[in-house]
């Protein structure tokens, strides 16, 4: 059972352009949210997270979005660069667990074109 | 380098198999947790563990098993393999306290043949 769903397994933007992932969740108890990005042979690395009593987080080009109602959140990224180009995850915590046990989506595969 | 290494980086055996993948968490980093990817599928959450003792437990087949050692490193023993095995084995550190994401290594890539 899917508790984190990226529906779109792949975006393509122009440079310059806004890309949006979204990421829609299932379970109420979650409390924390990430997104990691992850390069061909590379592991994921953190991109940028954001609380459940937050509904926005912005760090320079990357912002998250979090609809807590609509149980979806949503990563932008202005302007969209070709060293961007790779697999974005969304993760989730789950109250009382630590950071580091997460429930990842499937992944959407993002390719920036010049 | 997110400082967290993982040994080999891939390996090929033969179904019915035993394997045994090798993390190297950060300095200083006392929880190891370790994920699998399977083909087009999330990362989905085997175990952690904390300085040496076992604190969680997600969906880890009973053939597969993990420990962790004295000095922090921590191996994932993989048993009696299937092809259904064959996928990206990632291990995760992350420092003791709130609020610190997990670092994530390069990662295993097995095959069962």
């Known amino acids: 059972d899917q508790q984190v769903k990226q529906n779109s397994p792949s975006l393509s933007v122009q440079e310059g352009r806004i890309s949006i992932l979204n990421c829609d969740y299932t379970n109420s108890m979650f409390d924390y949210f990430l997104w990691y990005k992850k390069y061909p042979a590379e592991g994921p690395t953190f991109l940028i997270s954001?609380?459940?009593?937050?509904d926005k987080n912005e760090d320079g080009r990357f912002t998250v979005f979090l609809n807590k109602s609509a149980k979806h959140l949503s990563l932008h990224i202005v302007p969209s660069q070709p060293g961007d180009s790779a697999v974005y995850f969304c993760?989730?915590?789950?109250?009382?667990?630590?950071?580091?046990?997460?429930?990842f989506g499937r992944g959407t595969q993002l390719t920036v074109w010049p | 380098d997110s400082g967290v290494t993982q040994t080999p980086k891939h390996l090929i055996t033969a179904t019915g198999q035993r394997v045994t993948l090798r993390c190297s968490p950060r300095?200083?980093?006392?929880?190891v947790y370790w994920y699998q990817q399977s083909l087009d599928q999330g990362l989905q959450f085997l175990i952690q563990?904390?300085?040496?003792?076992?604190?969680a437990k997600g969906n880890i087949l009973e053939r597969f098993s993990a420990q962790q050692f004295p000095d922090l490193h921590s191996e994932l023993n993989l048993s009696s393999l299937e092809l259904g095995d064959s996928a990206l084995y990632f291990c995760?550190?992350?420092?003791?306290?709130?609020?610190?994401?997990?670092?994530f290594g390069q990662g295993t890539r097995l095959t069962v043949v």
């Open positions: 995760a550190s992350r420092p003791p306290g709130q609020g610190y994401e997990a670092f």
């Open positions: 993760a989730a915590k789950s109250r009382g667990s630590t950071l580091g046990r997460l429930y």
């Open positions: 563990y904390y300085n040496g003792e076992e604190r």
């Open positions: 300095s200083g980093d006392l929880s």
């Open positions: 954001i609380s459940s009593i937050k």
